[in-house]
């Protein structure tokens, strides 16, 4: 089936700095991708709505600038989190839904941040 | 009111028995219905889709109530391996088919 690879799976970063997570669909065509965060024993929150070639949509509460999401190909949306604090530790998770065949909404493995 | 409600449990339940998890959701438009399974720290994975007229796989059967707006999924014959938080999952359809997760349950199953 479809998949989504999700990188990387840990990051550990200092206060103030920048991460970058990638999201690739690896055997189909995303023009959309979906960020999520889950905070322990909370379900998953639909961060932004990655849209290739153009500007990605962003739920209420959340941050475009802090936030930045890339979908500059078919099959890969980044998601930058700048200037992380210690509150933006989370589980991130991206997902993708393969239209070409199912329509199936598929997950990334997730990328679990920690900021110190 | 959020979008989908489900009962967080846990359920805690002996191998071999039948369990069953509700789910609601609010916006009577709402397209698709699926149910997730999502293991501690990993990403969810699709178990079922739940379709108008019920639908089973294995010892999983789930059921939809356009009507009441409810979801069901029944687990029989619990396994070990059926530990996790399910997911109730509903898509509404939009612009850019947005996907509402439930709280999941915690399903719990002992030796």
């Known amino acids: 089936g479809a998949v989504v690879s999700q990188h990387p799976s840990r990051v550990i970063c200092k206060s103030g700095t920048s991460v970058k997570i990638e999201c690739r669909s690896l055997?189909?065509?995303?023009?959309?991708m979906f960020w999520y965060r889950q905070f322990p024993k909370q379900s998953l929150m639909l961060m932004a709505t990655?849209?290739?070639?153009?500007?990605?949509?962003?739920e209420q509460g959340v941050e475009k600038d802090k936030f930045l999401i890339n979908h500059a190909s078919l099959t890969l949306s980044t998601l930058t989190v700048t200037s992380a604090h210690p509150e933006d530790s989370s589980f991130y998770i991206c997902?993708?839904?393969?239209?070409?065949?199912?329509?199936?909404?598929?997950f990334g493995e997730g990328s679990r941040l920690t900021v110190l | 009111r959020k979008e989908v409600e489900q009962d967080p449990g846990p359920f805690n339940v002996p191998e071999g028995a039948t369990v069953a998890f509700n789910c609601t959701y609010s916006?009577?438009?709402?397209?698709?219905f699926f149910w997730y399974r999502q293991d501690c720290r990993k990403e969810p994975k699709l178990l079922m889709s739940?379709?108008?007229s019920g639908n089973e796989d294995g010892r999983f059967t789930a059921q939809l109530n356009r009507a009441s707006q409810y979801i069901s999924l029944l687990i029989r014959d619990s396994k070990l391996s059926d530990s996790a938080t399910y997911l109730c999952?509903?898509?509404?359809?939009?612009?850019?088919?947005?996907?509402?997760f439930g709280s999941g349950t915690k399903l719990n199953v002992k030796p």
């Open positions: 997902s993708a839904r393969d239209f070409q065949t199912s329509g199936e909404l598929f």
């Open positions: 055997d189909f065509q995303a023009t959309t």
């Open positions: 990655s849209n290739e070639g153009s500007k990605a949509t962003y």
């Open positions: 916006n009577s438009a709402s397209q698709s």
């Open positions: 739940v379709y108008s």
């Open positions: 999952v509903v898509n509404t359809r939009d612009n850019f088919n947005k996907f509402y």
